[in-house]
């Protein structure tokens, strides 16, 4: 599992390889300037603080690294532990008919397994984006990491799967007992509410391998 620690300090490395500190390569990835900031590491009643996946993905993009160049960082030894974990296109995710009482994808038609390092204690799975369904945030071909199981807040990256077979990637904005309320990733595209008996199962997305 990673260790909270060297996750912030991979991030701290990666600021000071490229002239930055810690503000300035948030700055550069669009983030706010405080987001790696020391003090928000951990909470005022001392709860470890971790990084969103989005926002490394985003320090990632800005400074060219890879996700192998930032797990370097994290474990210069190459020690990290990797895992095995279940695979599955958009086509059979869709059905809803592939997954347990967990969330998680079972084995059957159309399920694999791909290597991927261990990130905690949150199960997690792929998902292989095929099509444009996903556009133009994500593309044919790319791998999102999801979570059934991690916990979610506004503005987190969320996958969906309606009761009627449609699979969408939205911003979560807000969720209630009745509600699933959405904001939407595209600049062409409506936020969207839908009824919390039309949604089949959702996930938090972790990681893009694009």
């Given at each position: 599992m990673l260790s909270h620690e060297r996750v912030w300090a991979a991030?701290?490395?990666?600021?000071?390889?490229?002239?930055?500190?810690?503000?300035?390569?948030?700055?550069?990835?669009?983030?706010?300037?405080?987001?790696?900031?020391?003090?928000?590491?951990?909470?005022?009643?001392?709860?470890?603080?971790?990084?969103?996946?989005?926002?490394?993905?985003?320090?990632?993009?800005?400074?060219?690294?890879?996700?192998?160049?930032?797990?370097?960082?994290?474990?210069?030894?190459?020690s990290l532990r990797r895992s095995m974990i279940p695979l599955i296109g958009m086509e059979d995710a869709a059905t809803g008919r592939a997954f347990n009482e967990e969330g998680m994808p079972s084995e059957g038609p159309?399920?694999?397994?791909?290597?991927?390092?261990?990130?905690?204690?949150?199960?997690v799975f792929a998902l292989e984006v095929t099509g444009d369904t996903l556009a133009p945030l994500y593309r044919d071909g790319d791998i999102l990491i999801v979570s059934p199981t991690a916990s979610t807040r506004k503005g987190d990256r969320i996958v969906v799967c309606t009761t009627a077979g449609g699979i969408l990637a939205k911003e979560l904005k807000r969720r209630s007992a009745k509600t699933l309320e959405m904001t939407s990733l595209g600049k062409d595209q409506e936020d969207q509410v839908i009824p919390a008996e039309e949604v089949s199962w959702s996930a938090r997305i972790m990681w893009a391998r694009q």
């Open positions: 991030i701290d490395a990666l600021a000071s390889r490229h002239g930055m500190t810690a503000s300035g390569l948030a700055r550069k990835a669009g983030l706010d300037a405080t987001s790696f900031n020391k003090s928000k590491r951990v909470s005022p009643e001392g709860r470890e603080r971790w990084p969103s996946t989005e926002s490394i993905s985003k320090i990632l993009k800005a400074t060219g690294a890879t996700l192998e160049d930032f797990l370097r960082l994290v474990e210069p030894s190459g159309g399920w694999d397994e791909i290597e991927f390092p261990d990130f905690g204690q949150e199960k």
